[in-house]
């Protein structure tokens, strides 16, 4: 059973492009979570996705910042006009079950985002 | 009242030593405590997790204590081997929350 797998791994990005990082959640896993990780800084909770829902956004910047997890495909997490304060690593993690505290969350290897 | 606050920033312990990481929160609605243990350039992974109605939870090296009264929690890794350098973060969630709090990690170097 592959792990959760986040692509591209690496990304160069210059002012005001888009980048998009996706996400495959592990075979089974409906429940998919994106942070976002700064230099020596912890994890900062972004969005959490059910198939087509989006369920709580409560992380996510006002602007620029969106996420999709369709009935197909994988989870995208869109960023549009890229400043250089977006440059970090995006993690995407999966869970077979709903909610944060109901078992373990399966990170991916993360999506590091570099804005020139 | 929804940070853990996670100290030391950075420990280095001698082979064979305990290495011991704090957290502490304030949010009383937090039901959920576990540790993940991160290596470059790879993603978190759960390491142990603890809910309130026990003290302490032991899983081979890796122990966590848990006071609910001073709302704050610990990982103790005895026996620290080299292999254990890695960054430790503490997190914690609400019953039937939609995330997982992390705190700021702890750079661990195990000397041989």
């Known amino acids: 059973n592959a792990g959760v797998m986040q692509n591209p791994r690496h990304l160069v990005r210059r002012r005001g492009q888009e980048a998009r990082l996706r996400c495959s959640p592990m075979k089974g896993h409906s429940h998919v979570y994106w942070y976002r990780q700064l230099p020596e800084e912890g994890l900062k909770f972004m969005v959490y996705?059910?198939?087509?829902?989006?369920?709580?956004e409560s992380g996510m910047p006002k602007e620029r910042f969106s996420a999709e997890f369709p009935k197909e495909g994988p989870s995208i997490l869109r960023i549009q006009q890229v400043v250089r304060g977006d440059s970090a690593a995006y993690f995407c993690?999966?869970?077979?079950?709903?909610?944060?505290?109901?078992?373990?969350?399966?990170f991916g290897e993360g999506s590091r985002l570099t804005v020139l | 009242q929804q940070q853990v606050k996670q100290s030391p920033q950075s420990l280095i312990v001698q082979k064979g030593g305990i290495s011991i990481i704090n957290c502490a929160y304030e949010?009383?609605?937090?039901?959920?405590f576990p540790w993940y243990q991160q290596f470059p350039g790879k993603g978190p992974a759960l390491l142990i997790a603890i809910r309130p109605d026990v003290s302490e939870k032991k899983e081979g090296r890796f122990t966590i204590s848990f006071n609910k009264s001073a709302k704050q929690f610990s990982l103790h890794i005895m026996d620290s081997q080299p292999g254990d350098s890695a960054t430790y973060f503490c997190a914690a969630s609400i019953r039937y929350g939609n995330k997982l709090v992390f705190g700021a990690g702890t750079i661990l170097r195990v000397k041989s």
């Open positions: 996705l059910q198939k087509e829902n989006i369920i709580d």
């Open positions: 993690a999966s869970s077979p079950y709903r909610g944060a505290d109901t078992g373990e969350l399966f």
């Open positions: 949010n009383t609605a937090f039901d959920y």
